[in-house]
């Protein structure tokens, strides 16, 4: 494959679906009561959706496969002679974002089948190629702030057109079956339920994508039958763990949730709330090259390899996702923070620790073109995700990336408050025994039984905030209280000593703690 072909493969996410899954899910959906009137392909490739819907649904009046690329609607032409009822196929060049979708669907009368294989590639992946095979820009996960700026607001092409091709079925019924990424397909769902759509019956039906696409992730056939009559069985939906699945598992929404283990959910549901404290994210800097140290025997290491002269001023202990869920001993790791709140004015580094300002000028050019606006719109060399919380001395905190809810009590090293990388969710503390108190609530049987029911372990990062801040950890052994509010120390004073010998970790992962610098107090950003 030459490099541009790689690019456009990238660009317009150009998986093409092997014949045999494609006739693997048209029976599928057959043994599913689906017998629709019209099928639409409207981003048909190659063509084995079209073809194999010609054969599995011989009475449907009209098949019509839409595709930007005339090469490959040749390529049909030619396969579809001497394939039966080939007349009722329409093949027609378009272009997803551009085609008037409304008029066309109205002439097209009858119970409506939408089926194929939308583009699995991320809006922030054809950034970086300048991919222009884009919806109109629109925030339509509507997320706010921070987040409609930053790794938040990236997503899934599929996911956006296939929240377009819902809308297709406002005013009639039907079916849309979808090869999708088994996530993709979950928030798909869960917007119909937000939106409180006419979905009769859904499924999700898992495929192997390592063996059809030799794609490493999981994805699914997503299955939603859109109905204008009587209200079916609601936005619950059956999961099937292959094509072949007889039976499968209900999950479903419940308040506003995605629920994957819905029993587990009813059972725990009783700790549902709010969080007492907001679960924060770990420092978020987007150059860990300059940003990120480690101690070694020349001295202080950037990602470059470079040995580094500066202060300890604005120097953290840092923990790395891997840390926080491996549990062992913290590894001499520093991070540069170079502000207690998200704003704070940059410039007094100059004065307070000269050999830190030197050294973040001259890896200007790196900071300096972080790629996400939030730096260009505030104070030269900032970082995000620092407030009070983050200058507490104790954490109870947990990485978003593995598979287990392995929550870890972490405590001051060198006399500072431990800093974590962006996987890293955590509550911080003032004290060793609320941090203790809160560990032995979230690690109780009712609050991992609740959160194991919100979290779907497929996902690429599977715990989020968004679940972790649901679960009210007062309620395991009583009426909801809080723990009270305080001022917090936020001071950057130099620290005074030379380097301390890595601390152990305990079996807890409680790292022993040290003096904690005092002065003025601010109250929590």
Known sequence: ????????????????????????????????????????????????????????????????GLERNADYLDSLRRRLIGVPNSARVELELADFFSTDWSSKLRSLRGSLLVLGNFPWVTNSAQAVIGGKNLPMKSNFQNHRGFDAISGKANFDISESMLLDTLRWFESRSGVLAMLAKTAVAR??????????????DAAVVRIDAK???????????????????????????TVFESLDDPTGHRVGHRMGLSIGDLEMFQKYSFMLGESPQKWRSGVKHDAAAVMELARTERGLENGKGDVCEIEPTYLFPLFKGSDVAGGGVWRQRYVLVTQRYVGEPTDGIRETAPRTWAYLVQHAEALDTRGSTVYAKN???SVFAVGGYAFRPWRVAICGLYKELRFRLVGPIEGCPVMFDDTVYYLSFDTEAEARETLARVTSQPALGLLSSLVFWDEKRPIKTSILNVLDWTRVDGPPRRLPSVQLDLNLARRQGAQQDAPRIDALGLAPGGAYPSSSSASEA
Do not use: N, W
Request: charged letters at 25%; hydrophobic letters at 45%.
């Open 1 to 64: 494959m030459s490099a541009t072909e790689r690019r456009e493969r990238i660009e317009f996410g150009d998986y093409q679906t092997p014949p045999d899954l494609a006739i693997a899910v048209c029976k599928r959906l057959v043994t599913l009561g689906i017998r629709p009137d019209i099928v639409v392909e409207p981003t048909c490739g190659m063509g084995s959706f079209v073809i194999a819907a010609a054969e599995a649904f011989p009475d449907a009046q009209h098949i019509l």
């Open 187 to 200: 928030k798909v769902l869960a917007h119909a339920e937000r939106k409180s759509m006419d979905v009769r």
């Open 211 to 237: 063996r059809h696409f030799g794609a490493a992730v999981d994805a699914c056939l997503l299955v939603i039958r859109i109905s204008e009559g009587p209200a079916g069985t609601g936005h619950d939906y």
């Open 379 to 381: 104070p030269r060399f």
